[in-house]
């Protein structure tokens, strides 16, 4: 898959992609990397990519031709890229966003700012936009690079098999279960016995019990309605007797952890008066 970035500041991209897991999928060829710069499209001695707002106000503004000559020659680079502008005002990023981006066979091309917005024409060139969350940073290059970051995951070669993409438990819906290594004992807290049992049915039911608990605790949006029902409304006349009998534990589970957090809270407010 290749990823070109129409950016002022093609070295923060190269050495995002210079490390680790996106320097060996590029080594392999499962990545290409490459930038192009708005800035080699100027024609003036200053090569000047901005400049001042019609109608007044703070901050510069890109100029759209040295943008848009840019766009034109990576899109001539790579006539089936999607065209994917970062700003904060485009769709959010998420992980199906990714999904679809990494399944749509298509390469991509990024359009990054810097301290300054775009012109607005620039758009026509562009087939969406996209940000990655609700916040303003100084550019769209870091933006930009996560997309690639986590697109590239989806790719076949650049995980390896155990921990590939596809086995996320973004996945599920759910959040990741706690995971330990050695020692056993570390600083008096102790790796879960049933991690050590080798027993595979139960270490695998042990672990989807806590990733439901830490998704209804920590991102109850994350949980489709049908999982809400099961962790706390009624189960389902027919259910498969083994699965009835883990969701009854792990409501009994999330009930006995409530009360000890209750009774916690109680014991400190009587503590503080
Ligand atoms: N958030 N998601 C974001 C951003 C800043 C264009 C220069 C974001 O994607 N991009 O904050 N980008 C850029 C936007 C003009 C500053």
């Given amino acids: 898959m290749k990823f070109l970035f129409v950016t002022l500041f093609p070295e923060q991209i190269e050495q995002?992609?210079?490390?680790?897991i996106l320097q060996?999928?590029?080594?392999?060829?499962?990545?290409?990397?490459?930038?192009?710069?708005?800035?080699?499209?100027?024609?003036?001695?200053h090569r000047t990519v901005d400049d001042s707002p019609f109608g007044g106000g703070a901050g510069m503004v890109l100029k759209p031709e040295p943008m848009v000559a840019a766009i034109?020659?990576?899109k001539e680079q790579l006539p089936n890229a999607r065209?994917?502008?970062?700003?904060?005002g485009g769709r959010t990023l998420k992980q199906s966003i990714v999904e679809e981006y990494a399944h749509s066979g298509q390469d991509f091309i990024f359009v990054c700012g810097h301290y300054e917005g775009f012109d607005?024409?620039?758009?026509?060139?562009?087939?969406?936009?996209?940000?990655?969350?609700?916040?303003?940073?100084?550019?769209?290059?870091?933006?930009?690079?996560?997309?690639?970051?986590?697109?590239?995951?989806?790719?076949?070669?650049?995980?390896?098999k155990i921990e590939s993409a596809e086995e996320d438990s973004f996945r599920t819906g759910l959040l990741e279960y706690?995971?330990?290594?050695?020692p056993v004992n570390f600083e008096g807290m102790e790796v879960p016995?049933?991690?050590?049992?080798?027993?595979?049915?139960?270490?695998?039911?042990?672990?989807?019990?806590?990733?439901?608990?830490?998704?209804?605790?920590?991102?109850?949006?994350?949980?489709?309605?049908?999982?809400?029902?099961?962790?706390?409304?009624?189960?389902?006349?027919?259910?498969k007797k083994s699965e009835r009998r883990f969701y009854e534990e792990l409501r009994a589970e999330i009930a006995a952890e409530q009360e000890k957090r209750a009774s916690a809270e109680v014991k400190e407010d009587e503590a503080n008066g």
């Fill in 16 to 20: 995002a992609a210079s490390h680790s």
């Fill in 120 to 160: 607005e024409r620039i758009f026509y060139w562009v087939d969406e936009k996209l940000s990655i969350g609700d916040y303003v940073l100084t550019g769209g290059e870091m933006p930009a690079i996560i997309v690639m970051d986590a697109i590239s995951r989806f790719i076949p070669g650049v995980l390896g």
């Fill in 83 to 88: 065209v994917i502008a970062m700003c904060p």
């Fill in 72 to 74: 034109r020659k990576a």
């Fill in 193 to 239: 016995e049933v991690l050590r049992s080798g027993n595979h049915a139960l270490i695998n039911s042990w672990r989807l019990k806590q990733s439901l608990k830490a998704t209804l605790a920590l991102r109850p949006d994350l949980l489709s309605a049908e999982q809400k029902e099961l962790l706390t409304g009624r189960l389902p006349y027919k259910m």
């Fill in 178 to 182: 706690p995971q330990y290594t050695r």
């Fill in 24 to 45: 060996r999928a590029a080594s392999k060829g499962l990545i290409k990397v490459s930038c192009i710069n708005p800035r080699d499209f100027t024609h003036d001695v």
